[in-house]
């Protein structure tokens, strides 16, 4: 069974950084592709950003494009989630996903999620 564990997630000042952290097990890595999507309080979840399988093709919802960059290191299970020109609007509860196939923004695509990580970034 795949199991995804994120952290990273902490209070922020506006226009910090911090870097997230997605650790996969139960299967083979790089057969799936890795999605994070967060959920602010009192809205619905929303797509971030998607990586494939390899790695050489990434994804960005226009919010985030420019600030946001997605990893991943297939040697280390791990993806990653590197948030830099943080807003208060991106305060949220941070997820990574995994779906064995093509990466997309499609939540119902996603098979398997972690619990989150939460970030809050103050004015």
């Known amino acids: 069974q795949v199991q995804l564990l994120e952290s990273g997630g902490e209070l922020v000042q506006t226009g910090g950084s911090l870097r997230l952290s997605c650790t996969f097990s139960?299967?083979?890595?790089?057969?799936?592709?890795i999605g994070w999507f967060r959920q602010a309080p009192g809205k619905e979840r929303e797509f971030v950003a998607a990586?494939?399988?390899?790695?050489?093709?990434?994804y960005y919802a226009d919010a985030v494009k420019g600030r946001f960059t997605i990893s991943r290191d297939n040697a280390k299970n791990t993806a990653y989630l590197q948030m830099n020109s943080l807003k208060p609007e991106d305060t949220a509860v941070y997820y990574c996903?995994?779906?064995?196939?093509?990466?997309?923004?499609?939540?119902?695509?996603?098979?398997?999620w972690g619990q989150g990580t939460r970030v809050t970034v103050s004015s």
């Open positions: 996903a995994a779906v064995k196939s093509r990466y997309c923004s499609l939540i119902p695509a996603y098979s398997y």
């Open positions: 139960g299967r083979t890595f790089s057969s799936y592709a």
């Open positions: 990586i494939s399988r390899s790695g050489d093709k990434t």
